[in-house]
């Protein structure tokens, strides 16, 4: 059984302000930083 990540609240902040900097797609954040798509556009909303 997999156990959820806990992602601390730097990183969140560091994927969100990159996903609201537009200069990546959110497909190439959510490769690049291991994260799914849908999770980058809640921090970002959060953000």
Do not use: C, Y
């Not at 601390?8 to 994927?15: D, E, L, N």
């Not at 969100?16 to 954040?29: F, M, Q």
Request: aromatic share 8%; no cysteine; hydrophobic share 40%.
């Amino acid at each position: 059984m997999s156990k959820r990540k806990n992602h601390s609240p730097v990183f969140k902040i560091k994927v969100a302000l990159a996903a609201h900097s537009g200069e990546k797609t959110i497909v190439e954040l959510s490769f690049e930083f291991g994260v799914h798509q849908t999770q980058i556009h809640r921090w970002v909303k959060q953000l």
